[in-house]
């Protein structure tokens, strides 16, 4: 297997630390407002990946940090004259809703930032020992210059990045670059006791603190958006390995950025999106197909027009993977050979797949598959071995690693939140009553109406009931 390090700028084979052991950690969110479409190519990527390290064998454990003490959420808060950490609560029920809808799998573990805060004094005191950090009067600051490869990860030297990047201006700084591991208390604002006096840790800190605390010292894969290469990836490594003197992470994995329509997306601009908006309307495969059809890396061009033909393509491998499910149940089957190679179908998604995570390959290589598996079963009376095998690949592939299909089709309906059901039951009563108000036409009326439409009722001497004619 094959993964593009940004450390290195280099496609590398992939050799976790201690195999079959994976210790994979994806920047999470700041929790102070509802996660947008952008976000959502971030966690289901790193969603994805994960799925497919478990695929190939490996023991995968995988982290997901909340941050839930911020700028942001403190500012939000105090708008709205609420409590910061009831805030921050809130949005992370609202997170994992959203997670859930995306069908990613939970993490293995959510740390939060508020409740490693000592760990994270414990590591600021060791870089203050090693002499890389500096007290200012209760502000205490990394200084960049102590660490020779600070810059290694975006590629940049000190001197450059100083008079590139937007830094904010504050005169307790030795040096524009080196950033906050702690900030002193303000009027207003979460504090915790300190060595340097009461306060709250940054942001970087947090990251290195709890993906330390539970993966370990050096880490197989750190992932997130490449917008947090710079500074924030780099702080991580700077923090991290002045600390412990060890390599902090193997293999950094970047996420490139969603556009809409060849646009930047933002509030301004009126095309901003979020995660729950797309998924009011779009069932989670679709959004899945959508995003696995781009590299992870490259820039991915998001419409609800390119949204509308993911929906239409998950629904030609739903539409097999039911054929295929009714024909297991029926037991029907014949004995007719056939030519389709399962075994060179998965050859080619796992070739295609180790190569740096091309889940567009990987795609295509389902497509094709689906495309094979219709054209045999339309002329042929196949044997069950076919629909198992075709079954099985799916499963593993487009289900277990992709999420593009869920064998489970009972869940089909989440789409419209389950109001087809509502709906359907509804009518059944209005029928039971004008069944008892001696009104059999509009009862009749109302059954062979739902029957053109596919839905059978089945009454009984316990109730009616329904069933979808496919
Ligand atoms: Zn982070």
């Given amino acids: 297997m094959k993964i593009y390090n940004t450390l290195t700028k280099k496609k590398e084979e992939f050799v976790p630390v201690n195999p079959p052991k994976v210790r994979m950690y994806v920047c999470g969110p700041t929790v102070y407002d509802y996660f947008h479409i952008g976000n959502a190519r971030s966690f289901v990527m790193g969603d994805m990946i994960r799925r497919y390290l478990l695929y190939r064998g490996y023991d995968v454990k995988y982290v997901m940090n909340l941050t839930d003490v911020d700028d942001k959420i403190i500012k939000r808060a105090n708008e709205l004259g609420e409590d910061p950490k009831k805030y921050a609560e809130k949005y992370i029920a609202e997170f994992f809703k959203d997670i859930d809808g995306l069908k990613v799998k939970r993490a293995d573990a959510y740390p939060r930032a508020t409740e490693h805060i000592s760990d994270m004094i414990e590591l600021i005191k060791k870089l203050e020992e090693k002499d890389v950090a500096y007290n200012v009067d209760g502000d205490v600051f990394y200084d960049v210059r102590k660490f020779k490869d600070y810059g290694k990860l975006s590629g940049k030297k000190i001197d450059e990045l100083e008079s590139g990047a937007r830094i904010e201006i504050n005169e307790n700084k030795k040096n524009p670059l080196d950033f906050a591991l702690w900030k002193k208390a303000k009027e207003g604002e979460p504090e915790w006791e300190s060595p340097w006096g009461k306060g709250r840790p940054g942001w970087h800190i947090e990251c290195s603190a709890m993906s330390m605390k539970e993966l370990g010292e050096t880490l197989d894969i750190h992932a997130g958006g490449s917008d947090l290469i710079f500074p924030h990836h780099e702080n991580e490594i700077a923090q991290s390995e002045a600390a412990t003197c060890k390599d902090f992470v193997k293999y950094w994995v970047h996420f490139g950025f969603l556009n809409i329509r060849d646009e930047k ?3 301004s601009l009126g095309n901003f999106y979020t995660a729950r908006e797309v ?19 490259a820039p991915l061009n998001f419409s609800f027009e390119l949204l509308d033909s993911a929906k239409k393509a998950t629904e030609r491998i739903s539409s097999l993977a039911k054929t295929v499910t009714e024909k297991l149940a029926s037991k029907n089957f014949g004995d ?16 295609a797949v180790d190569d740096d995570f091309n889940f567009p390959k990987g795609v295509a290589v389902i497509f094709d598959f689906v495309k094979a598996a219709n054209r045999e079963m339309q002329n042929k009376n196949l044997p069950k ?5 075709a079954k099985g690949f799916l499963e593993r592939t487009a289900q277990d690693v992709l999420g593009i299909v869920d064998f489970n089709f009972q869940d089909e309906d989440k789409s419209t939140g389950g109001k087809q059901d509502e709906l359907i039951k509804i009518l059944i009563e209005l029928r039971q009553k004008a069944k008892a108000e001696k009104n059999y036409a509009l009862a009749d009326e109302i059954r062979d109406k739902l029957s053109a439409i596919g839905i059978i009722l089945q009454d009984s001497k316990t109730g009616t009931t329904y069933k979808i004619k496919s």
């Fill in 265 to 267: 997306m933002s509030k």
């Fill in 385 to 389: 071995s076919f629909y198992e095998n």
């Fill in 279 to 297: 998924l009011k309307k779009y069932p989670a495969e679709a959004v899945r197909l959508l995003f696995a059809q781009t590299h992870y890396a």
């Fill in 336 to 351: 007719e050979e056939y030519e389709l190679n399962f075994e060179e179908f998965e050859n080619k998604f796992r070739i």
